[in-house]
Structures are given as C-alpha cells and as structure tokens.
C-alpha cells in the first residue's frame, strides 16, 4: 500500500503537504492587518476608581492644574491658554522647583490632554505631581 519513492529504496514516502498550512496562515496574517489598525482607535470607556485616602492638608505654595470638560486649562482656578501654559509651568518651577502640583481633570477630558499636561510639567522640572479624585471608594 505505500508508494515507492523514485530511488534504490521500497519505503514509503512521508511528505507533509504545507499548502493547506501556508493558507490557513495567509488568511490570518490578512485579519491582523485589517483588524491591528482598529485596535488603535478603539474608544475605551473605562471608569476610574475613586480615591479613599483623607485629603491632604492645604499647602499654600501648591499648584492646581484643571482641565473642564471643554479643553480650558486652568491655574489655580485662573484661566491660561494651552499654548502658553508650558513656559507659566517652566517659570513657577524655576521660582519654586519643590512645589507639588495636582492635576484635576474633568472625567470626559481625553486621555491626550491630561499625558500632555504631565509632559509639560515633567519637562519643565516639576517632579511632585499628584491627581485630585473625587471622595468615594471602591466598595
């Protein structure tokens, strides 16, 4: 029943046909490349646990970084444009370099915005950051 090679020898001839293979892995390679594009853009909405820590004590030489819901930046509650906000950062880090900083952000903010605020304080040699949370838990 086994088929004779076309040499000196009478064995069987076990050959794996990878065509079927080769296929099956052609198809997938294509779903990746249509699909990985779309995993980039994916929206994903993710509720942000809530802070159970006791608030810290009001520090006067702090600095409160805001973002509302409609993209306006804000300084201790005053209202600074977003291209001018990187050199009012590098100049409160050069009078005060040790002053912690508390970014509060609305919760529609995008995410962009609140890792460009975080750059923007990193390269202006502000190491103390911190975020404000609304009271309430994780139950």
Same mark, same amino acid.
């Given at each position: 029943m086994g088929m004779s090679g076309g040499g000196g020898r009478g064995g069987p001839v076990a050959e794996i046909n990878v065509t079927p293979l080769v296929d099956v892995m052609l198809v997938l390679l294509i779903i990746f490349m249509i699909t990985a594009p779309m995993m980039?853009?994916?929206?994903?909405?993710v509720d942000l646990p809530k802070e159970t820590a006791p608030a810290l004590d009001s520090v006067?030489?702090?600095l409160v970084l805001g973002i509302d819901k409609d993209? *306006?930046?804000f300084l201790n509650e005053t209202e600074t444009p977003r291209d001018e906000l990187p050199a009012k950062l590098r100049a409160i880090a050069e009078a005060n370099p040790e002053a912690p900083v508390f970014l509060k952000a609305d919760a529609e903010v995008p995410y962009r915005e609140v890792a460009w605020v975080l750059a923007s304080c990193k390269k202006a040699g502000?190491? *103390?950051l911190g975020f404000v949370f609304e009271p309430g838990g994780i139950e």
């Amino acid at each position: 029943m086994g088929m004779s090679g076309g040499g000196g020898r009478g064995g069987p001839v076990a050959e794996i046909n990878v065509t079927p293979l080769v296929d099956v892995m052609l198809v997938l390679l294509i779903i990746f490349m249509i699909t990985a594009p779309m995993m980039n853009n994916a929206g994903i909405e993710v509720d942000l646990p809530k802070e159970t820590a006791p608030a810290l004590d009001s520090v006067e030489d702090q600095l409160v970084l805001g973002i509302d819901k409609d993209l *306006r930046f804000f300084l201790n509650e005053t209202e600074t444009p977003r291209d001018e906000l990187p050199a009012k950062l590098r100049a409160i880090a050069e009078a005060n370099p040790e002053a912690p900083v508390f970014l509060k952000a609305d919760a529609e903010v995008p995410y962009r915005e609140v890792a460009w605020v975080l750059a923007s304080c990193k390269k202006a040699g502000m190491p *103390r950051l911190g975020f404000v949370f609304e009271p309430g838990g994780i139950e």
